[in-house]
């Protein structure tokens, strides 16, 4: 994001929030506020294209315009109107409320939300019990004890083998950035985040050309290509980020448990030789719809692949985190 952008578009903002509400407000109908309101969202969604830096910046600019200023000319149209049209206050009431229960689950709760689950496989391949950790998407900016709690959970759970899917640290500033990755790594070595089989991360979508600073001088076994390694009885082939977004990707089955780990669920869409399928990416569809499921998947599998466990039949099992 360029320096003078986010003051830009919160200037602008603020200067039609504040118009906007001053107009409709000596106009004293419901139908000013709609335009109102109408038109700071709508300005909102054309600087957050127009100011953000890529697809998370504007996205990261438009939640402050819509549960920002949009939400501040809802509640002047709920006060404002409280009086002399009730039922159309208590309509901008309503809207305001659903906006910052939204803002409330998306900011505060659901980033820190740990999502545990414990899937059992069995499988003749493997004569002794084996536990395997999945993290992917850390996606932070922020190295804190939040994302330190995480990687220990991970540790407790005593795995012996740990598989990290890509996308670790976003932040598109080049010096913030390389601050991470050291934050990220001290806190590895800290943590001694290691498994007796190994721990192996494939690169994601988002990740820079210097992702793998993050885990040097650690027990992380990082891959830019796409390699396959014997673990006794386990094979783990571990996807180059382009592999793992290709629905044509083509790999050889395997005497041993073998692993695939992608970024991306896509290469599922392939001809894969595994027993195990493991991807991340699609952040659980992100939003989910009761009876309908993700709305973006981010991806090209079928929604119900999107998050969680899939038995893809012939012993095959897709687990997306």
Same mark, same amino acid.
């Given at each position: ?5 986010p003051?830009? $578009? ?6 039609? !929030?504040?118009a @906007?509400?001053w107009? =409709? /407000?000596r106009? *004293? +109908?419901p ?6 309101a ?10 957050a ?10 996205l990261?600019l438009?939640a402050?315009?819509? $549960?920002?200023y949009l939400?501040?000319?809802l !509640?002047?149209? @709920?006060?404002?109107l =409280? /009086?002399s049209? *009730? +039922?159309?206050?208590?309509?901008f009431?309503?809207?305001?409320v ?6 409330a ?5 659901e980033?820190?939300?740990l999502d545990?689950r ?5 499988s ?6 084996l536990?395997? !950790?999945?993290l @992917? ?5 922020e190295?804190?004890?939040y ?5 220990e959970?991970v540790m407790a759970?005593?795995?012996?083998l740990?598989?990290?899917a ?8 080049n010096?913030?950035?390389r601050?991470l990755?050291?934050e ?5 070595q800290?943590?001694?985040?290691r498994a007796?089989?190994g721990?192996?991360a ?5 990740d ?15 891959t ?13 082939t571990a996807l ?5 977004f ?12 073998h ?5 991306c ?7 894969i ?6 991807a ?5 569809g ?9 709305l ?9 692949w ?12 897709l687990?997306?985190?």
């Amino acid at each position: 994001m360029s320096h003078g952008s986010p003051w830009l $578009f919160h200037l602008s903002m603020s200067a039609l !929030a504040c118009a @906007a509400a001053w107009a =409709a /407000r000596r106009e *004293r +109908r419901p139908r000013a506020w709609w335009l109102a309101a109408a038109a700071v969202g709508g300005l909102a969604v054309v600087l957050a294209a127009g100011l953000g830096d890529r697809a998370f910046g504007s996205l990261r600019l438009l939640a402050y315009g819509w $549960f920002g200023y949009l939400a501040a000319v809802l !509640a002047a149209a @709920a006060i404002s109107l =409280a /009086r002399s049209q *009730r +039922r159309s206050a208590m309509v901008f009431a309503v809207l305001l409320v659903a906006a910052e229960v939204i803002a409330a689950d998306a900011f505060l709760i659901e980033p820190h939300w740990l999502d545990v689950r414990h899937v059992r496989l069995t499988s003749s391949k493997i004569h002794q019990p084996l536990t395997i !950790a999945i993290l @992917a998407d850390l996606q932070t900016d922020e190295i804190g004890p939040y994302e330190r709690s995480v990687l220990e959970r991970v540790m407790a759970a005593r795995p012996d083998l740990i598989l990290l899917a890509g996308d670790y640290v976003q932040e598109f500033d080049n010096d913030r950035r390389r601050q991470l990755h050291r934050e990220l790594r001290a806190a590895l070595q800290e943590i001694g985040f290691r498994a007796p089989m190994g721990v192996y991360a494939v690169r994601g979508n988002v990740d820079s050309d210097g992702w793998r600073k993050s885990f040097e001088e650690t027990d992380v076994t990082t891959t830019n290509t796409t390699r396959s390694f014997e673990l006794g009885e386990v094979q783990l082939t571990a996807l180059a980020v382009e592999d793992s977004f290709s629905r044509e990707l083509s790999i050889a089955s395997s005497d041993r448990f073998h692993i695939v780990l992608g970024h991306c669920p896509n290469f599922a869409l392939g001809q894969i030789e595994a027993d195990l399928l493991v991807a991340g990416h699609t952040h659980g569809g992100q939003v989910r719809v009761p009876g309908i499921g993700p709305l973006v998947t981010l991806s090209r599998v079928p929604r119900g692949w999107a998050a969680g466990v899939t038995d893809l039949g012939r012993g095959q099992t897709l687990i997306v985190s």
